[in-house]
């Protein structure tokens, strides 16, 4: 059985930082693209960052670019999110994604496509406020 557990959400005040991980189980990492996605109630999922780890390519959403990391340790078949500097406007439950048929970022933050992917995390919340 595959499973991702998503963990290291909290609360953090605005400008904090927080690390997510993604652990996988059932199911290796090694190149696979994995996604970050993130929602708030009300609201559709959204993309936030991925990583190709074959070739170690990432992308991010623009409202994260230059806060936000995505890495990966193949040693632990884990893929981390740094958040820093973060804002009243990141809270949402995070989740990890990924699908064995995809190795490649290139609809990452297309959600008509992702949510038909195989395995998703079962989500971190991460709450920002002062």
């Known amino acids: 059985e595959v499973q991702l557990q998503a963990s290291g959400g909290g609360w953090v005040q605005p400008g904090g930082s927080l690390r997510l991980s993604c652990a996988a189980s059932?199911?290796?990492?090694?190149?696979?693209?994995i996604s970050w996605y993130r929602q708030v109630p009300g609201k559709e999922r959204e993309g936030v960052s991925c990583?190709?780890?074959?070739?170690?390519?990432?992308y991010y959403a623009d409202f994260v670019k230059g806060r936000f990391t995505i890495s990966s340790d193949s040693a632990r078949n884990t893929v981390f999110l740094q958040m820093t500097n973060l804002k009243p406007e990141d809270t949402a439950v995070y989740y990890c994604?990924?699908?064995?048929?995809?190795?490649?970022?290139?609809?990452?933050?297309?959600?008509?496509?992702?949510?038909?992917?195989?395995?998703w995390g079962q989500g971190t919340l991460v709450t920002v406020s002062s």
């Open positions: 990583i190709s780890t074959g070739d170690a390519t990432t």
């Open positions: 059932g199911f290796s990492f090694d190149d696979h693209a």
């Open positions: 994604v990924t699908d064995p048929r995809v190795a490649f970022c290139d609809y990452y933050s297309d959600y008509s496509v992702t949510k038909g992917y195989r395995y």
